[in-house]
Nanobody, 117 residues
Framework: VQLVESGGGLVQAGGSLRLSCVGSGITFRFNAMAWYRQAPGKQRELVAAISSGGGVTNYADSVKGRFTISKDNAKNMMYLQMSSLNVEDTAVYYC???????????WGQGTQVTVSS
C-alpha cells in the first residue's frame, strides 16, 4: 500500500489550497478515508473524513465550514479543499483510512502546508 499526498505549499492567511491523495494497493471505494495533520510538537489529528461511498463527511470543529473533503473513487483519489486558512492550519497533512472505522495503512510522506500571517 502506498499513499501519496501533494498540493501543499506556502500561502498567506485567508488563502486557499487543494490537497490531493492518490493510493496504490488500496481501493478507496471500499474504505472510509480521512485527512490528518500534524503540527510541530503536536500529535497527529484527524481533520476530515469521508465514507467509502463518499456520501457522508465529517470534520473537526477547527476546520468545519472551511475545509471540504471529497474523493473520486473511479480515480482512486481523495482531495481536501482548504479555504480561509489561518496560521493554526500550518502542519504536515496526511491521508489514510479513517482510523475510527478500520486499520490504518502505512503513512505517506505527507505534504507541508504553511500559512503565513
Amino acid at each position: 500500500v502506498q499513499l501519496v499526498e501533494s498540493g501543499g505549499g506556502l500561502v498567506q492567511a485567508g488563502g486557499s489550497l487543494r490537497l490531493s491523495c492518490v493510493g496504490s494497493g488500496i481501493t478507496f471505494r471500499f474504505n472510509a478515508m480521512a485527512w490528518y495533520r500534524q503540527a510541530p510538537g503536536k500529535q497527529r489529528e484527524l481533520v476530515a473524513a469521508i465514507s467509502s461511498g463518499g456520501g457522508v463527511t465529517n470534520y473537526a470543529d477547527s476546520v468545519k465550514g472551511r475545509f471540504t473533503i471529497s474523493k473520486d473513487n473511479a480515480k482512486n483519489m481523495m482531495y481536501l479543499q482548504m479555504s480561509s486558512l489561518n496560521v493554526e492550519d500550518t502542519a504536515v497533512y496526511y491521508c489514510n483510512t479513517d482510523q475510527r472505522l478500520g486499520v490504518l495503512r502505512p503513512w505517506g510522506q505527507g505534504t507541508q502546508v504553511t500559512v503565513s500571517s
